[in-house]
């Protein structure tokens, strides 16, 4: 079992920036590879980011491609999502994953309860 927890949501400008932090605790966190997705009001559950759980690779989605940056700290058991550049598209529930080094969230175990990112334009 995998417990994680979301944090670093909240309202900001068009073109600023947000670090996004998940908290693991439970089974071993380097033994997982983790993802962020993210909802919007009214839209599908869509794949922002993933890392690999120990070499560090990385991929995402094009949406977020040169603003959006995951990374990983096994000594703490967190994952980050480090987001410039924002735009109001990018409003919506972000959440991490444990899992498969994948883009389907089907591939993903154990997730977060969210953190909201608004962005105004």
């Known amino acids: 079992q995998v417990q994680l927890v979301e944090s670093g949501g909240g309202l900001v400008q068009a073109g600023g920036s947000l670090r996004l932090s998940c908290a693991a605790s439970?089974?071993?966190?380097?033994?997982?590879?983790m993802g962020w997705f993210r909802q919007a009001p009214g839209k599908e559950r869509e794949f922002v980011a993933a890392?690999?759980?120990?070499?560090?690779?990385?991929r995402y989605a094009d949406s977020v491609k040169g603003r959006f940056t995951i990374s990983r700290d096994n000594t703490k058991n967190t994952v980050y999502l480090q987001m410039n550049s924002l735009r109001a598209e990018d409003t919506a529930i972000y959440y991490c994953?444990?899992?498969?080094?994948?883009?389907?969230?089907?591939?993903?175990?154990?997730w977060g309860q969210g953190t909201q990112v608004t962005v105004s334009s």
């Open positions: 994953a444990a899992g498969l080094y994948s883009d389907d969230a089907k591939d993903y175990d154990y």
């Open positions: 439970g089974r071993i966190f380097n033994n997982w590879h």
């Open positions: 890392i690999s759980r120990s070499v560090g690779l990385t």
